[in-house]
Each structure stands twice: as structure tokens, then as C-alpha cells.
């Protein structure tokens, strides 16, 4: 049924359709931003890894909305708006540092570390003429909190009254979280890329086991994901969450080869081996691991790649993401050699994920001058929202995907 306030009318199908015009209309992306993003959801922010002591502190974003996460003097841990309370202006427009304050560059006003504010400049007037007006409040002029929470090191925030972390995030994906942070990591490093396309487009991405070895050339064709692998998909929250996982070493020989399936490209080679040379690190013997929480973060394991993503919408037709690589402090050199090489299999140029970076922008170009009552279709694997192990052909996650969107929505 349709929303007295919506602009859309959802399809009589339900999660097996999503109409085009969802990902391209201005009126849908700008109700996104009321509640989604400052919704009772939680949106990842940084790890707390890159806020080690106090004074440190790290830049990014609920929806468009910048955020700052400071660690405070007494080692907590706050999100604030990153927005000065006098004009408006962007507090900090670096990505990360220590401060003991943020100081606005636009006039001078001064915040602590949990965004109180401190000082204004000339507050007082030249000679005692100007000035602010007696009665003004310097304790009512702080920046606007963000409810932050923490777990297993990585930092989430929500404006919304939103459940807590752990219930929202639910057993199977606390799970695999726990399992990748199971002890103190250092950051590596990171990749940017702003991808030509809708958010949405990208969330549904990672959460299709399908296209995985039909669109990248470099996961069949050099062994290191095929459907045919035993695997599953996991799902939480009732289909808010998902898991895409596949064990290496159950690979078998001839199963791909001759179905005509494009991607397979029999005689590739690669000039230096050893960059898709790997250790088993976890004795599930998972060897990729693609968990996506709704709406923006993705989790990776890949061999012996970790990194975090983090989407940021920026327009109807348009998003960032923001790649964060890290490691285990206690790698013995040779494991270290092995998560940098296999960098190079993800990120915006990465060898596995460069294909995603223009095909969300493909879609984006194909659905203009779509009309309402054109949608996709999200039938593979049937029509239900549930965990599997026994079909990776399967569209059950970003049926998942739709549903946490359009009970958000009100579509």
C-alpha cells in the first residue's frame, strides 16, 4: 500500500521487484536522509583503532551528514556534528589527527574534545563596545551529539532511537565480527573512490553471491571463488544483515570449465604468483567473507585481505567509498608481506573489485528515462528471505536489503 507521503508506489510483488526510479529519484534519496540516515538505524563510523589516545580523533559521515569521532581526555569516546553552532562551517576538514580542541577557522570559535563549546572570539567586544548580548549562553552553543556505541572496536552512531548495538546487529553478525577481531589490529592504509551510481546500487552488490564469479574475471579464473564452492549466505535482523562466505579449499577441478561462462579466461596468467599466495587464518576454513550491515558498512575477509568499507551516499547519482585496510599487530613478517600483496586484489583498482567501481554506473545510465511501473527483478533463488548453505545462486540477501529499506521508508 501506498504511503500518504511517499512518492512511489511500491510493486504489488513486494521484495522480488524495486522500482528503478528508487534509485534515481531526488524526492526518494532526500526522504532517505530523514529516515535512514537519522532514522533508528546505526551507521558505522570509524574504527577505534584510528582514535588510539586521547585527542585523537577521526572525520566521517552519517548520510551527508560529517561527523567527527574524538576520543576525549578522559579515553571516551564521542561523535559530534561537524558543523560549527555559529555559521554552520565544517569544523575539521582533514581526515584524521590529534587536537585538543577544534577551533572553527571561520571565527575562531573553540570546542573541547566532547564538543562543548569553550570560547568564542571577541565575545566580550573591542573596548567594551560589540560583543555578544549579556544574556548569551556559551553552555548552550555545543555541537550536536551523536549517540555512539563500540563493539569489538568498531564504532557506530545513530540520531534515531535506535536498539542497541548488539540487538541490531544480531548473533550471526556479532559472530563474524568477533572472529575477525579477536585481538588488537593496526591500521594499513586506505583507498577512496567515488562511484557514478546511487548508494543503493552498491549495498545490493554486496549482497549478490551470484555475480561474483560472472563479472570478475579474476575470482574463477585464478580459483579463488567459484559458486561451486561450499558456502552460504547468512542473514540477521530479518534480512537486514548478510554474510556471502566460501571455503577455498573445497574447490574442485572441471566445474566450471566449459559451461561458456565469460568470466572463466583459460589462458591468464599472472607474471608473479605470489601474489595470490595465502594462509589459513581461521579454522572454519571460510576464505572469503563479504558481510554487509544495512545500511553502509561492509566487513571483507578475502584470503588474507581484512578491510572495512564504509558508503557514503552523495546525491541521487553518486557515492563514496571509503576503504579501510588493517592487519593484526602481532603478524609475523611473512603474513604482513601477504595482506599487502593481496591488497591489490580490492579497492578501486584492485583486481577482484575494479568491476564494481563502473558497474553500479552502468545500471545507473541504463534505468534513465525509465518510466514508473519498470523494476528488477529479484527472483534468483526464489522469493524468500532466508539463510542458506545449500544455493549461493541466490538474490535472498538483497531481498533482505529491500525489506529493512522499505520498513524504514514506509513504502
Not at 78 to 106: D, I, M, W
Request: proline share 5%; aromatic share 10%.
Amino acid at each position: 500500500m501506498k504511503n500518504q507521503m511517499s512518492p512511489i508506489q511500491w510493486p504489488a510483488e513486494g521484495v522480488t521487484r524495486a522500482p528503478y526510479s528508487v534509485v534515481s529519484d531526488p524526492a526518494i534519496y532526500r526522504l532517505e536522509q530523514e529516515r535512514i540516515f537519522r532514522g533508528p538505524v546505526w551507521h558505522y563510523l570509524c574504527l577505534e583503532a584510528e582514535i588510539p589516545e586521547p585527542g585523537s580523533f577521526r572525520t566521517t559521515y552519517i548520510g551527508e551528514t560529517p561527523i567527527i569521532v574524538a576520543r576525549d581526555k578522559d579515553g571516551g569516546i564521542n561523535a559530534l556534528v561537524n558543523r560549527c553552532s555559529h555559521k554552520g562551517a565544517l569544523l575539521c576538514v582533514e581526515p584524521g589527527g590529534k587536537r585538543q580542541n577544534f577551533t572553527c577557522l571561520y571565527h575562531a570559535w573553540s570546542y573541547d574534545l566532547t564538543g562543548s563549546l569553550r570560547s568564542v572570539a571577541f565575545q566580550n567586544g573591542i573596548a567594551g563596545k560589540g560583543g555578544m548580548p549579556p544574556d548569551f549562553d556559551i553552555s548552550q552553543h555545543g555541537l550536536e551529539r551523536v549517540r555512539a556505541e563500540s563493539f569489538r572496536g568498531l564504532i557506530f552512531g545513530t540520531f534515531g532511537a535506535a536498539e542497541d548495538l548488539e540487538t541490531y546487529l544480531g548473533p550471526g553478525m556479532t559472530a563474524l565480527i568477533a572472529r575477525a577481531f579477536h585481538k588488537p589490529i593496526e591500521v594499513l592504509g586506505y583507498h577512496h573512490q567515488v562511484l557514478p551510481n546511487n548508494w543503493k546500487l552498491y549495498s545490493e552488490n554486496t549482497r549478490d553471491p551470484y555475480h561474483a564469479t560472472i563479472l570478475h574475471a579474476f575470482y574463477p579464473t585464478f580459483k579463488l571463488n567459484r559458486l561451486t564452492m561450499e558456502g552460504g549466505i547468512t542473514l540477521d535482523h530479518g534480512g537486514w544483515h548478510s554474510i556471502l562466505f566460501s571455503k577455498g579449499a573445497t574447490f574442485r577441478p572441471g566445474e566450471y570449465e566449459g559451461t561458456g561462462i565469460r568470466s572463466l579466461i583459460d589462458d591468464l596468467r599472472l607474471a608473479d604468483a605470489s601474489l595470490i599466495e595465502s594462509r589459513q587464518e581461521f579454522d572454519d576454513g571460510i576464505t572469503v567473507a563479504i558481510q554487509s550491515i544495512f545500511p553502509g558498512l561492509v566487513h571483507q575477509q578475502i584470503y588474507n585481505t581484512l578491510a572495512v568499507r564504509q558508503l557514503v551516499p552523495q546525491g541521487p547519482e553518486r557515492s563514496e567509498l571509503h576503504w579501510t585496510f588493517f592487519a593484526y599487530k602481532d603478524d609475523d613478517p611473512e603474513l604482513r608481506a601477504m595482506r599487502m600483496k593481496q591488497s591489490n586484489l580490492i579497492g578501486p583498482a584492485g583486481y577482484i573489485s575494479m568491476e564494481d567501481g563502473s558497474i553500479g554506473g552502468y545500471v545507473q545510465r541504463g534505468i534513465a528515462g525509465a518510466g514508473s511501473g519498470v523494476n528488477a527483478v529479484i527472483e534468483m533463488g526464489g522469493r524468500e528471505i532466508a539463510s542458506t548453505t545449500s544455493a549461493r545462486a541466490n538474490e535472498t540477501a538483497i531481498r533482505g536489503f529491500w525489506q529493512a529499506y522499505r520498513s524504514l521508508m514506509g513504502l
